[in-house]
């Protein structure tokens, strides 16, 4: 039943996404795809009994467009987020060519950018930029790929810039998975829910949805960072510095 429940809920967001793209356009389609991807996330949590707690949740319901910089384990902090938060995503190019995933994440409206160069980089965030500008808020997960969960990654920065041009807030995010099945999330389950490496989506996915009958998930809010006074390096290194301090890294049982 659980099974079918979710085919439905998946089929439902790529048919009324369909038709979002088809009918709408620019920032409508947008914001659009943001919505649908929070009331579809909802909906999903609800299925799976995940519990997602919100530390600062005033912070989060600001709803100034802003760039969101959160720490990333999983495919699975897109729907916990976009359930909390109506959100557009930025995700590179790869995962757009990821079977499932990459339908699921195009049917969202997420933007896929190509890191291959300096130059696409340099042109990609003054596009980043323009869509902040335009009143959107935006995820970028800055350690440019998936932690194991033992610890905050180094940042790659280059994308944070478009705050700065836009002239937009900086919302830091920390994401701490909880518990698993009841269980406090340790070095001996994390796996069911940090994926990483070179670990392949659907294997991971099918383990997830075969073994999961709850969780809990706690996503940290931070302070704005004006990208009117600071600089890259600056929103960088303090929305960094503030995740290390907040995030518990997950330990043995």
């Known amino acids: 039943m659980r099974g079918i429940r979710l085919l439905w809920l998946i089929f439902g967001f790529i048919f009324i996404a369909f038709f979002v793209k088809l009918f709408n356009s ?28 919100v530390d600062h949740a005033d912070r989060l319901a600001d709803e100034r ?3 969101i910089l959160s720490n990333h384990m999983s495919y699975l902090d897109i729907l916990f ?8 995503f930025l995700s590179h190019t790869g995962i757009e060519r990821e079977p499932f995933i990459g339908w699921v994440a ?6 896929f950018v190509d890191r291959s160069t300096k130059a696409n980089l340099s042109e990609e965030a003054q596009k980043l930029g323009e869509f902040l500008q335009d009143g959107n808020t935006v995820t970028l997960y800055p350690e440019g790929t998936t932690g194991d969960g033992l610890g905050i990654m180094p940042f790659h920065s280059a994308f944070i810039n478009a705050a700065v041009s836009a002239g937009v807030d900086v919302l830091p995010i920390c994401m701490q998975y909880e518990s698993y099945n009841g269980e406090p999330v340790t070095l001996e389950n994390k796996d069911y829910l940090v ?11 099918m383990k997830v949805y075969k073994s999961i009958k709850n969780a809990r998930i706690k996503i940290s809010v ?12 600056e929103i960088s290194a303090m929305t960094r510095q503030w995740m290390i301090e907040t995030y518990q890294i997950i330990s043995a049982p």
């Open 106 to 111: 195009s049917a969202a409206g997420t933007y």
């Open 222 to 233: 931070g302070q704005r960072i004006s990208g009117r006074t600071h600089s890259r390096k």
């Open 65 to 67: 467009p802003c760039l």
């Open 81 to 88: 987020l976009a359930a909390v938060k109506p959100t557009m």
């Open 195 to 205: 994926i990483y490496g070179e670990q392949p989506f659907m294997p991971h996915i």
């Open 26 to 53: 620019g920032n409508i389609r947008r914001r659009k795809l943001a919505a649908l991807g929070h009331r579809t996330g909802v909906r999903i949590l609800r299925l799976f009994h995940i519990d997602v707690l």
